[in-house]
């Protein structure tokens, strides 16, 4: 071997590749196959690039490249970049809805109409109705607990009469003249406004069970008795959710961007809402695991899932200021480290060893370390 070059190899199964020297790239065709057969590396986890790979083409012909003959050979080089790599793993997670409620029944009598399941049912709206009348769902934290009807006070009178104007029934400066926590006359006509788009006898008072306050199970035809459990519900937000192994609870940070992959293997983005503390394990699982809560941040791309397998590419390592080369400059060399091919400013080629750091495989750069090694430098690749 002569004293201008290094040897280099490939894993089994791909072709040796000679290195270049000092001196140039060598002059005959086998020289020039072996160059463009060098092999490449792929390895790491997925990833988000700091930097984006600068790729130009240098070519190379008989003055300024000894050793060629008077020939062109093209050659592609990337850049030597310096900035944040980011290695990602993913993760098994369940697409559904957010948050789950209760609803409670408080009407005597027989339920004649259920909601199928999936159909949702804003505020204002009939949630089932027992004895065919409706109970309607109206907005608010306050569980109903009693009638309500004119000259009454309290929080739950103040959410009703919001719920109203929300809904178009009452007019905002009306009921906060008398004040939001009043049963007025105007809370009166809003609430018969409201029955009668209902077709339910206006008496302007509502009737404990007429209405449920909460964003249960029941039995069409069954026996509808207060207190008795009419259907289970959820919000319409979606969220995907991550049972995250303990061991991995350090890796994620609520307000932590992520790339949520559906069962068709499209991507949309999410954000990290929510890290559980508290470590639990299921039967026949394998260790336990922290509950983490995922907010998609385009909605409509899971139109028609619920309750789906998705998976979750998730933060692991995050490495700063990295010195960067594209994955396919690097070349294996007989002792089994690694290479990377500088061109100078002159259009010389020289070969630098590196040690490799962390692999960011989504952008196709790994962190190295070199002598000599800087960013705008630049460095050749293979050619596919």
Excluded: C
């Excluded at 206006?202 to 009737?207: F, S």
């Excluded at 995922?294 to 619920?306: E, I, T």
């Excluded at 089994?336 to 750091?357: F, N």
Aim: aromatic share 4%.
């Amino acid at each position: 071997m002569s004293a201008g070059s290094a040897a280099a190899t490939g894993r089994p199964g791909h072709a040796a590749t000679a290195g270049l020297g000092e001196a140039g790239l060598g002059g005959g065709p086998e020289e020039k196959r072996r160059f463009r057969g060098r092999w490449r590396v792929l390895t790491g986890v997925a990833a988000v690039a700091a930097a984006a790979v600068v790729v130009t083409a240098v070519w190379l012909s008989g003055p300024s490249s000894p050793g060629r003959g008077t020939g062109a050979v093209q050659i592609a080089t990337g850049t030597v970049t310096r900035g944040t790599l980011v290695s990602r793993t993913a993760v098994n997670a369940t697409l559904g809805y957010a948050g789950s409620y209760s609803v409670v029944n408080q009407v005597q009598g027989t339920y004649t109409t259920l909601p199928e399941v999936g159909r949702v049912i804003r505020d204002g709206q009939g949630l089932y109705r027992v004895n065919r009348a409706p109970v309607v769902l109206l907005y608010g934290r306050v569980p109903a607990s009693r009638a309500l009807s004119q000259g009454m006070r309290g929080p739950d009178v103040r959410q009703l009469n919001h719920d109203l104007v929300a809904l178009g029934y009452a007019d905002r400066a009306d009921i906060a003249g008398l004040g939001w926590g009043y049963f007025g006359w105007d809370t009166k006509y809003a609430v018969q406004r409201l029955q009668a788009r209902l077709g339910v006898l206006q008496t302007g008072t509502m009737g404990l069970g007429q209405v449920v306050f909460l964003p249960v199970p029941a039995t069409l035809g069954g026996p509808a008795a207060p207190g008795s459990p009419a259907l289970t519900g959820t919000s319409t937000a979606r969220l995907v959710t991550i049972g995250l192994a303990a061991a991995q609870q350090s890796y994620v940070r609520a307000g932590d961007k992520v790339t949520i992959t559906l069962p068709d293997l499209r991507t949309t983005p999410g954000v990290v809402t929510s890290v559980g503390t508290v470590a639990t394990q299921s039967p026949g699982s394998v260790g336990a695991t922290i509950p983490v809560q995922v907010k998609m941040l385009d909605p409509a791309a899971a139109a028609g899932l619920d309750q789906a397998p998705v998976q979750v590419l998730i933060t692991t390592v995050q490495v700063h200021n990295a010195l960067a080369v594209p994955v396919t400059a690097l070349l294996a060399t007989a002792s089994g480290g690694y290479r990377v091919e500088v061109v100078g400013p002159a259009g010389h080629h020289h070969l630098v060893p590196v040690t490799l750091g962390l692999f960011d495989d989504a952008a196709g750069l790994v962190e190295v370390t070199g002598p000599g090694l800087r960013a705008g430098q630049k460095v050749v690749e293979t050619q596919t």
